[in-house]
């Protein structure tokens, strides 16, 4: 007799005693379990196949696709598939290359040869959904270095042996198929129930259901300022000569690195002048609305940018949006019972826009003061006033929605999005996600400024993100101008202050999959001095050491 917790995305649903010893399957047909939007099974904290064996006290939990974790394991599985089909139609022609998300999906692109055709396009869609109706298995398979050279050398597949640091390595076997991934797939084709092909020229999007619904929206509107900032940075890998992490290494290791962080410390001041020029040139404009997600690094952006409209000889005023916080006792509630700060209903839009109009009008007003001890706003005694050479910036996450600012019209505000949009990627196949580099620096400045652990970080993370896709995401386009914050570096500088954190989870805890796949990826990097970055580099904001005080 032994003791069975079964669980439903970490969260405990019931304890059952068994006699002998079933595997993951015969549970399912035991309890009559719903297998509708399972995508990977654990046994305690390992991923498992369905043919696992239970035979002892422990934990079976299953991952449903309508989860962040098993979101990301079906993107994965669709990419994999995809990466199959590609192999099966065009042997001989190079990699399909995954390049960055885009909305609800993922662009890719064909380097060196002819760019991808619409009828190539129809014909791997088609070829996926011949894969997914075959029901393959995915069988993963521990290899050694050896091994693993002698299967990649045969697939052509250079950029993964560039990563081969690992002795043994993890991967992935589909008929006579292999690949390499980070992160966990499912053991089986048939798990990718939907998905779209968008030709989008020089390349193509590949579309996901949305996770809660669990079904790909009806109509795909590409986020252009998005899109273009992702080529843009595009363009700053192919300056610096890095596109993936092996080029990163060996810049590191052969003593290279000094000068890649100058030019793209230079390249992100350059972007900034060029903001701050386009914004003197708008005479009218009296507010600066700054927005972004988390750890994006807003508040260094923002100091930055003071700096050089200074230099062009207009004096910025800030403004704390979270010092218009509504009082606790009118805070809006969450479903679960916790205070949302996060809503644009947390901020006294009334008392804000009063403000705003007065500023404008050149009256003066005494900024509040909010006491997140107390949950009450205070008197700051500290009053400002705009005249003709001042502005006002404004840096909070609602600053892209035009209901936080209604009483300025529009011709006297300028709206600026700042986020850590990644390019740079680990292989052809496997990216380093935009929400990993932010999740990374969050990790970071909250155990280094709020004495929180990484893990407490990842436990919250899908509560920060599902704010994100509320009260900003909506409102990317918005923006007059896109500010991308992420340094290339900066993961190698990183290494050294998370992956410690990191390796402090627990076996035991629920963030121990995702813990470990960081964990592989750092593996992976060489690390990078931190005295090489400039003081006044966005990246000082997480690891310390800036110019600017906070």
């Not at 032994?2 to 059952?16: A, H, P, Q």
């Not at 986020?223 to 300056?239: N, R, T, V």
């Not at 700060?341 to 705003?356: R, S, T, V, W």
């Not at 155990?447 to 920060?464: C, F, I, P, Q």
Request: aromatic content about 10%; hydrophobic content about 35%; proline content about 3%.
């Amino acid at each position: 007799m032994y003791t069975l917790e079964i669980r439903g995305n970490g969260v405990f649903n019931k304890s059952v005693a068994l006699k002998k010893e079933k595997t993951v399957n015969e549970i399912i047909e035991l309890y009559k379990i719903s297998k509708d939007n399972i995508i990977a099974y654990k046994k305690n904290c390992d991923y498992v196949s369905s043919n696992e064996i239970f035979k002892e006290d422990g934990k079976l939990d299953f991952i449903f696709s309508t989860s962040r974790e098993g979101f990301r394991i079906l993107q994965e599985t669709t990419l994999f598939v995809m990466m199959k089909a590609w192999n099966n139609l065009f042997p001989d022609k190079s990699k399909l290359v995954v390049e960055h998300s885009i909305g609800d999906g993922i662009y890719c692109e064909v380097f060196e040869d002819n760019k991808l055709k619409y009828k190539e396009v129809q014909a791997l869609k088609n070829e996926m959904k011949k894969i997914i109706n075959e029901a393959l298995p995915i069988e993963k398979i521990k290899v050694n270095k050896d091994k693993a050279q002698e299967i990649f050398q045969n697939t052509d597949r250079d950029d993964i042996l560039k990563n081969l640091t690992l002795h043994n390595l993890e991967i992935y076997k589909c008929g006579n198929y292999h690949d390499y991934y980070l992160r966990q797939l499912s053991e089986n084709t048939s798990y990718v129930h939907d998905f779209e092909l968008i030709f989008l020229a020089p390349g193509l999007i590949v579309r996901f259901p949305r996770r809660k619904y669990g079904k790909i929206q009806d109509d795909f509107r590409l986020s252009k300022k998005l899109f273009e900032a992702h080529q843009e940075h595009d363009k700053w890998l192919s300056i610096l000569d890095i596109h993936n992490v092996s080029s990163l290494n060996r810049a590191t290791d052969k003593f290279k690195i000094s000068p890649l962080i100058q030019i793209e410390e230079a390249l992100h001041e350059k972007k900034i002048v060029d903001i701050a020029e386009h914004i003197s040139r708008k005479k009218d404009v009296k507010v600066i609305l700054i927005a972004g997600p988390t750890s994006s690094g807003k508040t260094t952006f923002a100091k930055r940018l003071s700096i050089q409209l200074r230099v062009i000889g207009i004096t910025p005023k800030l403004i704390g949006m979270d010092d218009y916080f509504v009082s606790r006792a009118r805070t809006p509630i969450k479903e679960n019972g916790e205070f949302d700060f996060e809503c644009l209903e947390a901020i006294d839009l009334k008392l804000l826009n009063q403000h705003l109009i007065k500023l404008l009008n050149g009256e003066e007003v005494e900024l509040p003061k909010y006491n997140f001890l107390t949950g009450i706003s205070e008197n700051s005694f500290s009053r400002i006033s705009i005249k003709e050479n001042e502005i006002i910036i404004l840096e909070g996450i609602h600053g892209l929605n035009d209901k936080l600012t209604s009483s300025v019209p529009f011709n006297q505000k300028v709206k600026i999005y700042v986020s850590a949009l990644n390019n740079l990627n680990l292989d052809s196949h496997n990216r380093i996600p935009t929400t990993d580099s932010r999740k990374i620096r969050r990790i970071l400045r909250d155990t280094k400024y709020r004495g929180h652990s990484a893990e407490k970080t990842l436990n919250m993370w899908d509560s920060v993100r599902d704010g994100e896709d509320v009260n900003i995401f909506p409102f990317q386009e918005n923006a007059d101008y896109l500010f991308n914050s992420i340094l290339t570096y900066e993961i190698a500088v990183l290494k050294k202050y998370v992956l410690p954190l990191l390796e402090k989870i627990s076996c035991h805890s629920n963030q121990f999959s995702e813990a470990q796949r960081l964990i592989k990826l750092f593996r992976q990097i060489s690390g990078i001095n931190d005295s090489l970055v400039p003081s006044n580099s966005i990246l000082r904001e997480f690891i310390g050491g800036s110019v600017f005080s906070y």
